[in-house]
Antibody, heavy 120, light 110 residues
Framework: QVRLQESGPGLVKPSQTLSLTCTVS??????????WTWIRQPAGKGLEWIGR???????TYNPSLMSRVTMSVDTSKRQFSLNLSSVTAADTAVYYC????????????WGQGTLVTVSS | QSVLTQPPSVSAAPGQKVTISCSGT????????VSWYQQFPGTAPKLLIY???KRPSGIPDRFSGSKSGTSATLVITGLQTGDEADYHC???????????FGGGTKVTVL
């Protein structure tokens, strides 16, 4: 059974870069038919899809965040990462990593989530 | 403002039925699969329905999904207190080339 675990700082200063890593265990990060994604949820609000990365390194980002988002994957470590630059208070949210299903795009496995607060 | 539109809340008595709507456009729901997620407070969302109407292993058949045109519906029958949670719909948006979600619906058991 695949498990995902987010890690990274819980507090980031405004204008700095938010960096999170998701570690995949219990299965291969190179599995065909899957991709790896980041989703966030501000307190009391709905889910927002940030972007996805395949094990090949191919990425797709949410157009609303594209100018500030970079994702990467390290298959040797079974990890994929999110960098979000120039953060503001509006980026304060619980960040989830999840596994997505190619083509049909639903998310069958989620990490527990990590709260990132943007504040000076 | 979420791309998909859900009612903020629905409620019903134990044993009754609730229906949650999810409205979109031809770019998302109209031409792509819909999924639904159940989220209890302080926890991660959990896949409830995929491919519009399929249930993962372990999900009771009290939960059912359907899609018609640019709208999708989640129905919970035989409502139980343990069903109190937030429910989110999701789909791929072919115009945005991005995943999109609804704002979530809170289910309250009266």
């Amino acid at each position: 059974q695949v498990r995902l675990q987010e890690s990274g700082p819980g507090l980031v200063k405004p204008s700095q870069t938010l960096s999170l890593t998701c570690t995949v265990s219990g299965g291969s990060i190179i599995s065909g038919g899957y991709y790896w994604t980041w989703i966030r949820q501000p307190a009391g609000k709905g889910l927002e899809w940030i972007g996805r990365i395949y094990s090949s390194g191919h990425t797709t980002y949410n157009p609303s965040l594209m100018s500030r988002v970079t994702m990467s994957v390290d298959t040797s470590k079974r990890q994929f990462s999110l960098n979000l630059s120039s953060v503001t208070a509006a980026d304060t949210a619980v960040y989830y990593c999840a596994r997505g299903i190619v083509v049909i795009n639903w998310f069958d496995t989620w990490g527990q989530g990590t709260l990132v607060t943007v504040s000076s | 403002q979420s791309v998909l539109t859900q009612p903020p809340s629905v409620s019903a008595a134990p044993g009754q039925k609730v229906t949650i709507s999810c409205s979109g456009t031809s770019s998302n729901i109209g031409n792509n699969y819909v999924s639904w997620y159940q989220q209890f407070p302080g926890t991660a969302p959990k896949l409830l329905i995929y491919d519009n109407d399929k249930r993962p292993s372990g999900i009771p058949d009290r939960f059912s999904g359907s899609k018609s045109g640019t709208s999708a519906t989640l129905v919970i029958t035989g409502l139980q207190t343990g069903d109190e949670a937030d429910y989110h719909c999701g789909a791929w948006d072919s115009s945005l080339s991005a995943g999109v979600f609804g704002g979530g619906t809170k289910v309250t058991v009266l």
